[in-house]
């Protein structure tokens, strides 16, 4: 395979003195070669971080975060309502970046930047609520009582995937550093740029300089110092690597929220809207190039509209327009590396080597940039092919028939993995009875997963194999603290009066607790 150089202008924000001045936050020296995912022409040398850089920044965030923590939530907060302006108003900066890092479409990477003001906006409303002291009555009335207190952990590390870089680098960080924490940020390697940027329109909007650090290197080289130093860790990436952080942070007796792969189903039932459920089916499979999380690697239709849907569904992916643009018009842009688009072609090699069929694309295409992928749609895929069990993460899909729901539900449920699925029926109450029987974390009823992951206000996390707690929701912002019960005797009127006959505060005793049983008493 040759790798054919392609001529693009890269878009202009991202210049050289803008891109030194991002990286000028990172420690570390030996730098890695971060490169335009379209070109595959350096773009910046990032630092990499050791571990005694790591153990400084720490360090920093922790000294910044003893003061923070004093801040009142009313002063942290409107940090983030002017950090909302900021985002939405350079939003085509932020995009500009997501494009040359990651290699996304341009509609994918705009679409991605609206997820932090998306959060902050939803934490504004409620993080002054969840945060407050709040009173839960103690167990003699009048004479005692208990409050619930929300301290902040400390200081959080995050560690950052390469798919929505600025997303999942910056979104999660809002609810921790709300509550009063400090992050240590670690970000892909690959992708770095656009969550730096974040961080500096963060501190634009007041963030305490220093709160917010970031870390750059290879996992397993950042990994243990990060979670070492950490009071708590937040995970996305990969279910493989979220073991091996979930298995330190046990070590250290730390939380840990872990968000990771899915293998996501999609049953299309008789009633559906087809032409609808193909719209869908293109963006689930190939949007961000087949690279998110709740993405759609397995189609489950009726025998009887299955051809109806391939014709269409084949018709629509050989259409699509696939190509780098620094502008608005491709509906899908490139995998992120090559490395990764190599795996990507050795889960179809496999497939067609065991049997499938390939519908359509199936095959790299250098002529368009260095990990261009074609959109792929396969018949024919068994559970002893790769991407039969395992997740692709790229945009290549499987079709399935059904001859009855139950087989359906089956089917969606016959996979370790449980992030995300999709159901499909013009009958809104069956599909939802369909949906109640798929384990899986989040499931979008006529669509793939935007619905569910902008509600902010519910948790969205993984069942299995796909992950360990949530994020958004309250559980998004309480995950950051810590407990404390105060608890205070006015008076002390518990246990045995002193000289008193055992038995008779026995017999009181347990009368006591019939009356709190009757009378409701907490
Ligand atoms: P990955 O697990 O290889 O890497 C994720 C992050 O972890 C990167 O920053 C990487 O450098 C770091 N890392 C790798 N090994 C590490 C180690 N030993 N210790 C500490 N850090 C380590 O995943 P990826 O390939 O970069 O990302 C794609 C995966 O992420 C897919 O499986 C996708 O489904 C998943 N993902 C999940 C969600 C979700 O919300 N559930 C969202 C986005 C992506």
Redesign the pocket.
Known sequence: MTLTPVQLTRPASVTDAFLQQLIARVPGGSPWRLTEVYTGELLVELPQSTPDDIEQAFAKSRAAQRQWALTSIKDRLAVFKRAHTLFVDNARTVTDLIQVESGKNRLMAIEETCDPPMVMSHYLKRAAKLLAPTKRGGPVPMLTSSTEIRQPKGVVGI??????PFA?GISDAIPALMAGNGVVL????KTALSPLYGIQLLEEAGLPEGLFQVVC????D???T??DNADYVM????????K??GE?AGRNLIGCCL????KNPMIVLADADLDAAVQGAIFGAFGNTG????HIERIYLPESRYDEFKTAYVAKAQSLDVRAAYEFGPEMGSLVSVE?MKRVMSHVDDAVAKGATVLCGGKPRPDLGPAFFEPTILEGVTKDMLCGVT?T?GPVVALHKYRTVDEAVALANDTDYG?NASVWGSDITAARAVAARIESGNVNINDILATAYAAKGTP???FKK??VGA?HGDQGLLKYTDVQNMAVLKKQVMGPRPGQDPDKYVTSMLSGLKMMRRFRIR
């Open positions: 560690i950052a995937p390469w798919n929505f999942t670690k970000p892909d390697n290197g290879e996992g397993p950042v990994g243990p990060l979670i995970f996305t990436g990969s279910t493989a690597t979220g091996v952080i330190r968000e990771l792969g899915g690279q998110i999380c709740m990764h997740e993460f992030l969205s996390g993984g796909s992950g994020r």
